[in-house]
C-alpha cells in the first residue's frame, strides 16, 4: 500500500454523514435504506471526514451526494466511474464512493464499469437496480426483464436484460455483492466489507421503485417468499436455503441446480468466495427465478493489484531514473525528449 489510510480512527456518528438537504425521492423509495446504511457505515469506517468523496452520474440515484455531508461530484450521465477512477488516481488517500443506477451504470456509463473492474482501480460501486430508468419517468433500461412494460415497450420489453454480477465478474471486479434494499444487516455488512477490500467493489442493490417497478424484486425480497427465493451466501458455508432449511444447490456436471438436502446422489456445495476462477462466480451471479433461488450477500471477493498502486509504483519508478523531477523541469528542458 502508498498510505495507510485508514490508521488514524476518528470518532464520527451518522449526523455527521446526514446533509442539510431535503431528501427528494418518492416515500417509500428504496433508496432511503441504501442513504441511511451509506450515512451508518461511514460513521463506521475511522476516516477523516474530509477524505470522504461520494461521486454520481444521472438518476434517482445520483441525488445521494446532495444527501450524504461528504465531498461530492454529481458528475454527468454515464461518467461517475471515470470522474472517480480520476480523483483516486490523483489522491489515493481517498475513500471514494460511486453512487449509480441500472440505466446510468449498464447503458451510457457501460464502458467506464467494465474498465474500472478490469483495471481493479480501488472504487466501491454501489449501483442501484430498480430495472427501470425511473427519474426520466419509465424507459426500459439494460436490466429491464423481458415482457416488463414500459414507457418505451409498451407491449413488454423484448431485449434480454444484463445480470449485472455476470457483467461486473467476467470483466474482472474483485468484489461483487447483492443485496435487496429492505435487508439493513444484511447491506451494511457488505458495506463495510467493501470498504475493506483493495480494489474494485461492486454491489448490486435490489431496489424498488414504488412508480414505476413497484414489486419488481418481490418474489425475492417479501416476507412470505424470500427464505425460498434468497440463496444467501456465506464464506466456508453449505449453500443451503429454504424456509425449511430443506434445499440446497448442488453442482450437476457443469450447471448449478436446486435440489432437497438429504439427497444421497449429491451434497450442497460449500461457498468459496475467495476461489480465484470466476466461474462458479459467475454461475451463482446468474441464478434466478423461477427455477433456482437468487444468490444475496458477497458472491466474490479475492485479492488482486489494485490499479492505483500499479500506476503510483510506476511513476515513482520513473521519476527515479528520470533527469527532470517535475513537469516545469520537462517543459523548460528543450524542444524535444529523448524517451528510453
Known amino acids: 500500500m502508498l498510505t ?21 425521492w418518492c416515500p417509500g423509495c428504496g433508496d432511503y435504506m441504501i442513504l441511511a446504511m451509506m450515512q451508518k457505515t461511514f460513521a463506521q469506517m475511522g476516516h477523516k471526514k474530509e477524505n470522504f468523496l461520494s461521486v454520481s452520474g444521472i438518476g434517482c440515484s445520483s441525488r445521494i451526494t446532495y444527501y450524504l455531508d461528504t465531498y461530492g461530484i454529481h458528475s454527468i450521465h454515464g461518467r461517475a466511474i ?3 477512477t480520476g480523483a483516486k488516481l490523483a489522491n489515493p488517500d481517498l475513500n471514494v464512493w460511486v453512487f449509480t443506477g441500472d440505466g446510468d451504470c449498464m447503458a451510457i456509463g457501460g464502458n467506464h ?6 483495471r481493479n482501480v480501488n472504487l466501491n460501486i454501489i449501483v442501484f437496480n430498480n430495472k427501470i ?22 407491449e413488454g420489453s423484448y431485449e434480454q436484460p444484463f445480470n449485472i454480477g455476470e457483467v461486473a465478474i467476467g470483466s474482472g471486479a474483485t468484489f461483487f455483492a447483492r443485496v435487496p434494499d429492505n435487508d439493513p444487516k444484511l447491506l451494511e455488512n457488505v458495506m ?16 424498488n421503485c414504488v412508480i414505476f417497478t413497484d414489486g419488481i424484486h418481490e418474489a425475492i425480497t417479501g416476507k412470505e417468499t424470500r427464505d425460498d427465493n434468497q440463496l444467501r451466501l456465506q464464506q466456508g458455508k453449505p449453500m443451503i436455503f429454504g424456509k425449511e432449511l430443506d434445499k440446497m444447490i448442488r453442482l450437476n456436471g457443469m450447471k448449478l441446480e436446486k435440489s432437497n ?3 444421497k446422489s449429491s451434497e450442497a456445495l460449500i461457498h468459496d468466495e475467495s476461489e480465484l476462477e470466476p466461474q462458479m462466480h459467475i454461475a451463482l451471479a446468474n441464478l434466478q427465478l423461477p427455477n433456482q433461488p437468487v444468490a444475496v450477500g458477497i458472491i466474490r471477493r479475492v485479492e488482486l493489484p489494485s490499479y492505483g498502486d500499479i500506476v503510483h509504483e510506476a511513476i515513482k519508478s520513473e521519476m527515479k531514473r528520470s533527469e527532470f523531477k517535475t ?14
Open 4 to 24: 495507510d489510510h485508514k490508521a488514524k480512527p476518528q470518532e464520527l456518528t451518522k449526523k455527521d454523514f446526514v446533509s442539510d438537504q431535503s431528501v427528494r
Open 82 to 84: 471515470a470522474v472517480a
Open 113 to 118: 464499469f467494465i474498465h474500472a473492474c478490469r
Open 133 to 154: 430508468y425511473g427519474m426520466t419517468k419509465g424507459q426500459s433500461s439494460p436490466t429491464t426483464p423481458v415482457g416488463t412494460k414500459t414507457k418505451t415497450a409498451p
Open 192 to 207: 463495510m466489507e467493501a470498504y475493506h477490500h483493495e480494489g474494485t467493489s461492486v454491489i448490486e442493490v435490489l431496489q
Open 261 to 263: 438436502v438429504g439427497d
Open 327 to 340: 513537469l516545469d523541469e520537462l517543459y523548460r528542458g528543450g524542444n524535444t525528449w529523448e524517451i528510453s
